[in-house]
């Protein structure tokens, strides 16, 4: 295929004009120079990878506030990294009825000439569910996380690009992903976190606690202390006959 785009000229191939269109080639055509032994790689990436690294920075998320600042922060943060994904889920859900409107078919439909990395892509093009799912969970994670967040967000606008890299989205597609997750995230955070924070504080007290909060010692100003959950006192032996006696 990479062979026959490159005989058919842009004007040709495009099948239109503008700046979505010729964005979609100049990035497209990133690929069609590539090795074909990168763009298997970037189309994995593009497919799985990408979703597959902010899964893993959420649970490292999840495991730096576990084990950082005091209980309140630590069940706070994880409602919030709780919420990352459910807001991924909801956005996807809304995203339906807006690609039943707009019906806008993939880009490799109505231009030629493209390099197409992932084939089997048979429904609507607008918005992007790549885009919006990774954009809803790199905002979530960034509201608990803000460190490990920037690193969500790149892999957010990295998943993007290589979806306009492997042909299947044109860059409105993708910012229309953007949009949608970072709205569904933002917009529904103060219910959700309502409904969530509660629950996750009953974690917090029950024996699966450590869920919520970790027994490591937590840094402070005034040197390691360990905060944990509620601990006892230990208790001194004799005092009790002392107070007896008393």
Known sequence: MAGLAREIPLAEASGGSGPDISLLYDINGLSRAAPPWVDRIMGFIGEY????????????????????????????????????P?????????????????ERPRP??????????????TDYSFVSDHSTMAMALAVGIFLAHRKLGFAAL????TEGFLRIYMGVHYPTDVIGGFALGTAVTLLLAPL???????????????RARVLVRSKCPVPGRDGDRTEAFDIPEARVEGAGEKDLAA
């Open 192 to 206: 959700a976190l309502a409904l969530l924070t509660p629950l996750v504080s009953a974690i917090a007290g029950s």
């Open 86 to 102: 459910l807001a991924a889920a909801i956005a996807v859900v809304i995203n339906i009825p807006i690609r039943g409107f707009v």
């Open 49 to 84: 990878g990408i979703m597959f690294g902010l899964v893993v920075v959420g649970l490292w998320s999840w495991w730096s506030v576990r084990r950082r600042g005091t209980a309140e922060d630590s069940v706070s943060a994880v409602a919030g990294l709780a919420w990352a």
């Open 154 to 157: 790149g892999l957010a606008v």
């Open 108 to 121: 490799f439909v109505d231009h030629q000439g493209l390099e197409v990395l992932v084939a089997g892509k």
